[in-house]
């Protein structure tokens, strides 16, 4: 355990280190690295005898998760106390409000279509499964449905 009063560097490191791949790793059982930025687990939703939960970390930073078992990861991150949005970094931590008249560089916003389209391919998924979305992930849709809008207007769609 750090030392509070190590002051400063700690906490930057304590901070660095909570990262969503970081978070949810350190809630599962038997984690083993498979590859770079991928992980393999037992799962926490079900009686899990050898690794079948399959965890990788997205260059942006945001998880995806898989069990071969067929739990959904709303009751794999449940069973850890975690919900979807964690499983995406906080974007408040990267690039201030922009300026007037400044522009997204186009890569930037396909990263960001990308990240919110994983949202909703969760959601979607969550909803084939036959099971109810959390108000929290209602939220969160409604959050990256907003983002998404936001994105085709900067590419120049009128939505």
Known sequence: ??????????????DADATPVNELLRRLESVKATGPSRWAARCPAHDD?????????CGDGTVLLHCFAGCPAGDVLAAV???LADLFPNKSLGRGPMRQGERWIPRDVLAAIASEAVVVLVAADTIRRGEALTDD????????????RNAAREGGANV
């Open 81 to 83: 106390g975690l919900d």
């Open 49 to 57: 005898r050898s690794p079948s939960l399959s965890v990788r970390e």
């Open 137 to 148: 992930d209602v939220e969160r849709v409604a959050v990256a449905a907003a983002r998404l």
């Open 1 to 14: 355990m750090k030392n509070r009063e190590q002051g400063a560097p700690a906490q930057a490191s304590a």
